[in-house]
């Protein structure tokens, strides 16, 4: 056993040098060689999406230079340097009128004055209603409006108007007549004839304006609009509605305070005329269109709020930042500046100065921060080449995404960066989406790491199969060594018996026939035990080799037991052995090899008269059950542990309780047993509890078998 178990070290130790160890030093070098992948990769991951982000900017500062070298050509035209303030309107139209994403422009003159072009009426133009007027004019419109005010006669007052109308060639002059007549026949209850006036005034003399700076043509929309609504006509609200919606369009240049006040002026006149008709069908659709109206309202007033918002927060900056000695008046002032919630991103440049002397005006922008991100970030992101697994994302100082997906706990941040000039003041981040992972779960991504783990799975399933197959065999060696000392055993105990007696019969000192008698039965009973322990070894032996035959006959199987049970008691008559047969005498004749089941049937009661202790009490039952004929044998003896079970039918095996009460035996009878009763094509089944006996239990099939 010692040379079996020292040859199994041996192979043990050269399957660990060739192949175990081998083995693992590859798996440790394919391990870093997939580290030195993925850091490959990550480094190449990490470059082009550098690469991407100089491109991002790149293309972004391309698109926003462009629009501030338009700002600055713009800003050296001579209209803005001459002050020429429709020119100047006109100028800026035209470059909103390019995309430009831009909420407004202004004009920071030398002064601190602020002028928005786009918004507001032009500086000083107000023209005074009567610079055109000779004296005696203007004697006659002093008279009329005496006559309007004082005296009540808005008839005299309209004949002063009319004549000074005729009189006067100035087309402002001729409009505020005409707005002056228009009046006092609305004083005088013809609605009719003020609208024809003031349609005068709207066709004919369009941006006119009051002495007070009021837009003519505005009063004159809103006056009809009055007159209509005394005369019951539905086109009243219509007409409103569309004065509403001009306002909120810009259509009229007008300061702040005049912005709220038509529009309020005009909004309370649509909510009362909505409820004079409120119980029309079309209510309905003018209830839509105004809430439309609303949303351009708002928008509008927003201007206004952001004029106010440059005016008090951005210029005394921009002032500021001019004044700097390291500013040049070449380049752009760029400012970013928080006011309530909103963000500022200003952009301002140089206007050219009359003389050295006078500091330069500026022309300002403030951009739109959507119409920037759609208008010149989005496009150049779009124009680049990005993979799948590169995602851009741009988030403002706050941490709010202006663009790309929101933020992900997931995402595999990869590089993150801010605008040249942190303007604007946003940053731009690359990352790849998903599950963000450590190293080490991206190499478990790794084909590489998966061909070495099942390379290293089967070899760990190799050393533990050649380990549990070591166990095994030492395990069979230590059974085969059991079964060498139990045969040498059972071969020594007869043959020593057989020996002794020969000799004293050989030497004639047995003299008495009946003494002479009994040696030669236990001779024969001790030349039996060692034919049988020879048959079952030379049995076990066919079986191994698969070379074992049965020779099938009809058999009476009650006979046939009874007979059995009744020669192992007279084989055995010193042991006190009581066997109680209890046979069904109705059981019909089975095929069966009668030599084998007859061995069979000697091993089981040889096993339960072996285990019993003091009573060697055996029951025998044979029972037909269903399509079988049943054997059971049972004892009382030293029973079998519960987890043993299974393996008492192993070849050699010998149960725990066989061991601890010193009962001999090879270990091969209940292997040949079950060998046997499963080439009739039967089954057999154990119960036991330990210390409380052992039944098996024998089926044979009652149909005829065939060899």
Same mark, same amino acid.
């Given at each position: 056993?010692?040379?079996?178990?020292?040859?199994?070290k041996?192979?043990m130790?050269?399957?660990?040098?060739?192949?175990?160890?081998?083995?693992?030093?590859?798996?440790?070098?394919?391990f870093?060689?997939?580290?030195?992948?993925?850091?490959?990769?990550?480094?190449?991951?990490?470059?082009?999406?550098?690469?991407?982000?100089?491109l991002?900017?790149t293309?972004?500062?391309?698109?926003?230079r462009?629009?501030?070298?338009?700002?600055?050509?713009?800003?050296?035209?001579?209209?803005?340097?001459?002050?020429?303030?429709?020119?100047?309107?006109?100028?800026?139209?035209?470059?909103?009128?390019?995309?430009?994403? /831009?909420?407004?422009?202004?004009?920071?003159?030398?002064?601190?004055?602020?002028?928005?072009?786009?918004?507001?009426?032009f500086?000083?133009?107000?023209?005074?209603?009567?610079?055109?007027? !000779?004296?005696?004019?203007? /004697?006659?419109?002093?008279?009329?409006?005496?006559?309007?005010?004082?005296?009540?006669?808005n008839? !005299?007052?309209?004949?002063?108007?009319?004549?000074?109308?005729?009189?006067?060639?100035?087309?402002? /002059?001729?409009?505020?007549?005409?707005? +002056?007549?228009?009046?006092?026949?609305?004083?005088?209850?013809?609605?009719?004839?003020?609208?024809?006036?003031?349609?005068?005034?709207?066709?004919?003399?369009?941006?006119?304006?009051?002495?007070?700076?009021?837009?003519?043509?505005?009063?004159?929309e809103?006056?009809i609009?009055?007159?209509?609504?005394?005369?019951?006509?539905?086109?009243?609200?219509?007409?409103?509605?569309?004065?509403?919606?001009?306002?909120s369009?810009?259509?009229?240049?007008?300061?702040?305070?005049?912005?709220?006040?038509?529009?309020?002026?005009?909004?309370?006149?649509?909510?009362?005329?909505?409820?004079? +008709?409120?119980?029309?069908?079309? %209510?309905?659709?003018?209830?839509?269109?105004?809430?439309?109206?609303?949303?351009?309202?708002?928008?509008?007033?927003?201007?206004?709020?952001?004029?106010?918002?440059?005016?008090?927060?951005?210029?005394?900056?921009?002032?500021?930042?001019?004044?700097?000695?390291?500013?040049?008046?070449?380049?752009?002032?760029?400012?970013?500046?928080?006011?309530?919630?909103?963000?500022?991103?200003?952009?301002?440049?140089?206007i050219?100065?009359?003389?050295?002397?006078?500091?330069?005006?500026?022309?300002?922008?403030?951009?739109?921060?959507?119409?920037?991100?759609?208008?010149?970030?989005?496009?150049?992101?779009?124009?680049?080449?990005?993979?799948?697994?590169?995602?851009?994302?741009?988030?403002?100082?706050?941490?709010?995404?202006?663009?790309?997906?929101?933020r992900?706990?997931?995402?595999?941040l990869?590089?993150?960066?801010?605008?040249?000039?942190?303007?604007?003041?946003?940053?731009?981040?690359?990352?790849?989406?998903?599950?963000?992972?450590?190293?080490?779960?991206?190499?478990?991504r790794?084909?590489?790491?998966?061909?070495?783990?099942?390379?290293? %799975?089967?070899l760990?399933?190799?050393?533990?199969?050649?380990?549990?197959?070591?166990a095994?065999?030492?395990?069979?060696?230590?059974?085969?060594?059991?079964?060498?000392?139990?045969?040498?055993?059972?071969?020594k105990?007869?043959?020593?018996?057989?020996?002794?007696?020969?000799?004293?019969?050989?030497?004639?000192?047995?003299?008495?026939?009946?003494?002479?008698?009994?040696?030669?039965?236990?001779?024969?009973?001790? /030349?039996?035990?060692?034919?049988?322990?020879?048959?079952?070894?030379?049995?076990?032996?066919?079986?191994?080799?698969?070379?074992?035959?049965?020779?099938?006959?009809?058999?009476?199987?009650?006979?046939?037991?009874?007979?059995?049970?009744?020669?192992?008691?007279?084989?055995?008559? +010193?042991?006190?052995?009581?066997?109680?047969?209890?046979?069904?005498?109705?059981?019909?004749?089975?095929?069966?090899d009668?030599?084998?089941? !007859?061995q069979?049937?000697?091993?089981?009661?040889?096993?339960?008269?072996?285990?019993?202790?003091?009573?060697?009490?055996v029951?025998?039952?044979?029972?037909?059950?269903?399509?079988?004929?049943?054997?059971?044998?049972?004892?009382?003896?030293?029973?079998?542990?519960?987890?043993?079970?299974?393996?008492?039918?192993?070849?050699?095996?010998?149960?725990?309780?066989?061991?601890?009460?010193?009962?001999?035996?090879?270990?091969?009878?209940?292997?040949?047993?079950?060998?046997?009763v499963?080439?009739?094509?039967?089954?057999?089944?154990?119960?036991?509890?330990?210390?409380?006996?052992?039944?098996?239990?024998?089926?044979?099939?009652?149909?005829?078998?065939?060899?």
């Open positions: 056993m010692k040379i079996a178990l020292s040859n199994q041996r192979l130790g050269i399957f660990l040098l060739t192949i175990v160890l081998p083995s693992l030093a590859l798996s440790f070098f394919g870093r060689a997939i580290q030195n992948e993925k850091y490959r990769r990550d480094r190449q991951i990490l470059m082009e999406h550098q690469s991407t982000m100089a991002v900017k293309q972004f500062v391309g698109r926003l462009a629009i501030e070298s338009l700002l600055q050509n713009t800003a050296q035209y001579p209209s803005f340097q001459d002050q020429d303030f429709p020119v100047i309107k006109e100028t800026l139209t035209s470059i909103v009128n390019e995309t430009i994403p /831009t909420e407004q422009f202004f004009i920071v003159f030398q002064n601190s004055k602020t002028f928005f072009p786009l918004l507001e009426p500086p000083g133009d107000f023209t005074n209603s009567v610079s055109d007027l !000779t004296d005696s004019q203007q /004697t006659q419109l002093n008279q009329a409006r005496k006559a309007e005010y004082e005296s009540r006669d008839r !005299t007052a309209i004949s002063l108007y009319r004549d000074l109308y005729n009189q006067t060639e100035a087309t402002n /002059t001729k409009a505020q007549m005409l707005n +002056h007549i228009a009046r006092n026949q609305k004083k005088l209850g013809w609605n009719g004839s003020a609208i024809q006036s003031f349609m005068q005034i709207i066709e004919k003399f369009p941006g006119s304006i009051s002495s007070s700076g009021r837009s003519l043509e505005l009063n004159a809103m006056q609009v009055d007159c209509n609504r005394k005369l019951g006509k539905k086109e009243a609200l219509t007409q409103a509605l569309e004065i509403y919606e001009k306002l369009n810009g259509s009229w240049s007008m300061n702040e305070d005049q912005y709220h006040l038509y529009t309020e002026m005009t909004y309370a006149t649509i909510t009362q005329i909505l409820k004079e +008709h409120s119980s029309e069908d079309s %209510t309905t659709d003018w209830q839509n269109r105004l809430s439309k109206i609303q949303e351009k309202h708002q928008k509008q007033s927003r201007l206004w709020q952001i004029r106010s918002s440059i005016e008090n927060n951005i210029v005394p900056d921009l002032h500021r930042m001019q004044s700097n000695p390291m500013q040049r008046q070449s380049d752009p002032i760029y400012l970013s500046r928080k006011i309530g919630d909103e963000e500022f991103l200003i952009s301002a440049v140089s050219p100065n009359r003389t050295e002397e006078e500091r330069s005006a500026l022309l300002g922008m403030k951009w739109d921060n959507e119409g920037l991100v759609n208008g010149l970030l989005k496009p150049g992101i779009h124009d680049i080449q990005l993979n799948e697994e590169t995602k851009i994302r741009i988030i403002d100082y706050s941490g709010e995404v202006l663009l790309g997906d929101q992900s706990a997931t995402d595999n990869t590089v993150s960066s801010e605008f040249d000039d942190s303007f604007p003041p946003w940053k731009i981040e690359i990352y790849r989406p998903g599950t963000r992972v450590s190293g080490m779960a991206l190499i478990f790794s084909y590489y790491f998966w061909t070495i783990l099942m390379m290293l %799975t089967i760990t399933f190799g050393v533990i199969l050649i380990i549990k197959t070591m095994r065999e030492r395990e069979v060696i230590r059974l085969k060594s059991d079964f060498v000392s139990s045969v040498s055993h059972e071969l105990t007869p043959l020593t018996s057989i020996k002794a007696l020969t000799e004293r019969l050989l030497e004639g000192k047995v003299k008495s026939p009946a003494k002479m008698k009994q040696y030669f039965s236990v001779i024969a009973q001790d /030349t039996d035990k060692l034919t049988r322990l020879v048959k079952n070894s030379l049995d076990f032996s066919r079986i191994e080799e698969g070379k074992k035959e049965y020779q099938f006959e009809e058999t009476d199987v009650v006979s046939w037991l009874d007979a059995t049970i009744n020669h192992f008691r007279e084989e055995r008559p +010193h042991n006190q052995i009581q066997i109680e047969a209890h046979l069904n005498r109705d059981i019909p004749s089975i095929m069966m009668r030599h084998e089941m !007859t069979c049937m000697n091993n089981l009661l040889d096993n339960a008269i072996k285990f019993s202790r003091e009573s060697k009490k029951e025998v039952i044979l029972e037909k059950s269903g399509a079988f004929v049943l054997i059971r044998v049972r004892d009382y003896g030293i029973g079998v542990q519960s987890d043993e079970l299974d393996r008492i039918f192993e070849k050699f095996y010998q149960g725990t309780n066989v061991r601890r009460h010193s009962v001999k035996g090879t270990g091969l009878g209940l292997t040949l047993v079950k060998h046997a499963e080439a009739h094509r039967g089954h057999i089944e154990v119960e036991s509890q330990a210390g409380q006996g052992t039944t098996f239990s024998v089926s044979l099939p009652l149909s005829k078998q065939e060899e």
